[in-house]
């Protein structure tokens, strides 16, 4: 089957402009992640959902960070103000219900804030 | 916060060598993944230990867990190309969440 899709797969844009991040995770997947991966380092956690509802947001770096999963599918990240610390890859994770320890990850948004 | 120690940062083989990367934590864990990672992709689950003192073992691969469960090694018997990436260990924050706090990574390049 498919696996977690990631759009767009590579986004620049200017200081201070709004960003969008699709994630598309594995169909019946109930649990989602993000993560911010900076190069060198490993993946850092940034929210994650259970359903609908944001289970644990405590890696949102600041208030410019928001992320939204409406239906419980698609999720969304969204990045308001751009800095140019946010370039980094921005990876989705998703896991199913009875194997929640099993992440499974999307290919990353490579986003660079000019 | 829960950190995790992973050495070496990196370890260049020549094909058909051993390698082995070190994970080590201060507390406790209640278990530990191993992702690995190719140049230019994405992590890929490759397994989790629970029990102390557990071994498991995936052909070249063998994956150790300490006995006080504070660290793991990764161990590739008689690498191949294919090796070729950055292995993270990654463990759960203390009170067992799903969220996961990732080491630097070990990043392995092997010669042909």
């Known amino acids: 089957g498919a696996g977690v899709s990631q759009t767009p797969s590579n986004k620049v844009t200017e200081k201070g402009k709004y960003v969008e991040l699709r994630c598309d995770p594995i169909?019946?997947?109930?649990?989602l992640y993000w993560y911010r991966q900076s190069l060198g380092q490993g993946p850092e956690f940034l929210i994650y959902f259970q359903g609908t509802g944001a289970a644990d947001d405590s890696g949102l770096p600041n208030d410019r960070f928001f992320a939204v999963r409406p239906e419980g599918s698609v999720s969304t990240l969204k990045i308001q103000r751009t800095e140019r610390g946010d370039s980094a890859v921005y990876l989705c994770a998703s896991s199913p219900y009875l194997k929640p320890e099993t992440q499974y990850f999307g290919p990353g948004t490579r986003l660079l804030v000019l | 916060g829960q950190q995790v120690m992973q050495i070496p940062q990196y370890q260049h083989v020549q094909e058909g060598e051993d390698f082995t990367t070190y994970c080590n934590s201060s507390t406790t864990l209640s278990n530990i993944q191993w992702y690995k990672q190719r140049p230019g992709g994405h992590p890929v689950f490759l397994i989790q230990l629970v029990k102390s003192g557990e071994v498991k073992k995936q052909k070249r691969l063998t994956f150790q867990f300490g006995e006080a469960k504070k660290n793991s090694s990764l161990h590739i018997t008689a690498t191949q190309t294919t090796d070729v990436g950055t292995y993270f260990c990654a463990v759960p924050t203390q009170g067992g969440s799903e969220k996961l706090v990732f080491g630097k990574g070990t990043k392995l390049t092997v010669n042909p």
């Open positions: 169909s019946g997947h109930t649990a």
